[in-house]
């Protein structure tokens, strides 16, 4: 069955760091594929989405490529806030009508001042 | 501010009581997705509903159950109540159309607490 694979975390960085969180994922067909973010207390917000191979989602300075090849779904900003600190989920959909949708186990981001 | 509204947002009940979620999709969504969220941060998927009929199901229990309503609600039911359902569950909402991404809007969940 499809599946997403994440970097383990906790990941911990200072302000203005350069964010990499890794996202692989296995999938029979063509799925589309989802960054989530979870701030403290909250529901999961969508963050950037990308529907197709090579597309680029981005949203609030986060980035991820669709890379096909490789199965991967990277999330990357070129330097965080205090305020990135969050839980991150990639997610992929697949199915006709996306209906098959399969969330990664999340990597906590801490970014300290 | 999603559009998919949840109630309530706390609920405390004890063990071998029987709970009910309630959830409202955006507008316009006719699916309708149940998750379960414990303490080490992972989303379990509980169930899916289209349009009133159930769509998919994952690690739902048995003393777990839901509907959809015509009205597009969807309530979650939760019965014989363990201390280790205490978590948060969150409903999600997605318009379901061909060729489109078909994300998933969530509400801001309940948290439930089993004394």
């Known amino acids: 069955g499809n599946s997403v694979t994440q970097m383990e975390g906790p990941v911990t960085l200072s302000e203005e760091a350069f964010l990499t969180i890794n996202c692989t994922y296995t999938?029979?067909?063509?799925?589309?594929l989802f960054w989530y973010v979870q701030y403290p207390g909250e529901g999961l917000q969508l963050l950037l989405k990308?529907?197709?191979?090579?597309d680029k989602g981005s949203n609030k300075g986060f980035e991820a490529t669709y890379r096909k090849e490789t199965t991967s779904f990277h999330l990357e900003k070129g330097s965080v806030q205090v305020s990135d600190s969050a839980v991150y989920f990639c997610?992929?959909?697949?199915?006709?009508?996306?209906?098959?949708?399969?969330f990664g186990p999340g990597t906590r981001l801490s970014v300290l001042p | 501010d999603s559009g998919v509204t949840q109630t309530p947002k706390h609920l405390i009940t004890a063990t071998g009581q029987r709970v009910t979620l309630r959830c409202s999709p955006r507008?316009?969504?006719?699916?309708v997705y149940w998750y379960q969220q414990s303490l080490d941060q992972g989303l379990q998927f509980l169930i899916q509903?289209?349009?009133?009929?159930?769509?998919a199901k994952g690690n739902i229990l048995e003393r777990f159950s839901a509907q959809q309503f015509p009205d597009l609600h969807s309530e979650l039911n939760l019965s014989s109540l363990e201390l280790g359902d205490s978590a948060l569950y969150f409903c999600?909402?997605?318009?379901?159309?061909?060729?489109?991404?078909?994300?998933?809007?969530f509400g801001p969940g309940t948290r439930l607490t089993v004394l």
């Open positions: 509903y289209y349009n009133g009929e159930e769509r």
């Open positions: 990308a529907t197709k191979a090579d």
């Open positions: 999938a029979t067909g063509y799925p589309s």
């Open positions: 507008s316009g969504d006719l699916s």
């Open positions: 997610a992929l959909s697949e199915g006709n009508y996306g209906q098959n949708f399969v």
């Open positions: 999600a909402s997605s318009v379901l159309l061909a060729g489109a991404g078909n994300e998933q809007f």
